[in-house]
């Protein structure tokens, strides 16, 4: 049941979002393993709308939040305020509180923000002043990076990057897919003017998606499949192993927090495709999301225009499928 009621809900985001397949599978594997996500894209490629119309699909509260470098940390973690009423300080909770943040234009703001954004990710909690507040059970960060401007951007420190699940990179859609992104967006605009209600649609309760956790971790994993993943992981860290080549592009490889983001999102794929076991073709189909942004390439890859997408294909080809 559970399964069916998921794919209600992606078939929402694929009829709400045209042409982003890989970017509404990657949400629903993100809210499923209980991890974050970045997404990077050029602008004008329906991110805000994806988390929007999540948030439309099950029973969570979203928050948008654009980081620009005036940025506070309060601004996400929230402050106290005087109450002159009665002479105390209350917590005004600020948007990390929310179930859903989007974090629109995340590496646009500075460290301190960076470090408060942190902390929520990594402990699911906030520190303001001496008091320590719990963020909500559900509680998925989809933040975003434009490829295409770095004026005025700070990079993502890697114990930062380190704490997404994935890292998806979306491009422009075809002649095709711009067609019907066009008929939806004249629709849209033709209910607005004619106050047509928007459609219902059924909404997953956390409970459903609490069980849906469940499942995917009591799914078969075989001892192969988890060496598998292991081995893939390794080849990052003792790429001499596998090839000159491949020792030469890495500087730095991935934590073991790449093998457990890995692995969850390997059993989220196959529980997702209606099977009760991991396949290879699951650990491989996550593998470019799960490790593109806990790679740091050496600078010769860089002068070669090596990039993570190219050193990953490389590593599943080297290393043995069981």
Not at 17 to 43: C, F, K, N, W
Not at 265 to 280: E, Q
């Amino acid at each position: 049941m559970a399964v069916n009621q998921i794919k209600q809900l992606l078939s929402h985001l694929n009829s709400q979002v045209i042409g982003q397949t890989e970017l509404t599978q990657s949400i629903i594997i993100a809210l499923l393993a209980d991890g974050h996500i970045l997404v990077e894209g050029p602008p004008g490629l329906a991110k805000t709308r994806a988390v929007n119309a999540l948030s439309d699909g099950i029973d969570a509260n979203f928050h948008r939040v654009q980081f620009t470098p005036d940025l506070l940390p309060a601004d996400l973690t929230g402050t106290d305020i005087y109450r002159p009423e009665t002479g105390e300080f209350i917590f005004q909770q600020g948007p990390l509180f929310h179930n859903l943040v989007l974090a629109d234009e995340i590496n646009r703001a500075p460290a301190k923000v960076q470090s408060a954004l942190l902390e929520a990710m990594a402990e699911r909690q906030i520190t303001v002043g001496s008091k320590t507040y719990a963020l909500p059970e559900l509680f998925l960060v989809m933040a975003t990076q434009n490829p295409l401007e770095q004026e005025g951007t700070y990079p993502l420190p890697e114990a930062q990057l380190d704490r997404f699940l994935m890292h998806v990179e979306i491009d422009y859609p075809d002649a095709d897919t711009e067609l019907k992104i066009l008929k939806l967006n004249r629709g849209e605009s033709l209910d607005e003017i004619n106050h047509a209600l928007p459609a219902e649609v059924d909404k997953l309760s956390q409970l459903d998606i609490k069980a849906a956790r469940k499942s995917i971790l009591e799914i078969h994993m075989s001892e192969a499949i988890e060496t598998y993943i292991v081995q893939l992981i390794m080849a990052t860290r003792k790429p001499q192993a596998y090839s000159d080549e491949l020792r030469q592009w890495i500087e730095i490889g991935a934590s073991p927090r790449a093998t457990i983001a890995l692995e969850r999102c390997a059993r989220a794929h196959a529980w997702l495709n209606g099977r009760d076991f991991v396949a290879p073709e699951d650990v491989l189909a996550m593998l470019e999301n799960v490790l593109r942004h806990r790679l740091i390439l050496s600078y010769q890859a860089q002068a070669q225009g090596i990039d993570a997408n190219k050193v990953i294909a490389n590593i599943a080809q080297l290393v043995p499928v069981p």
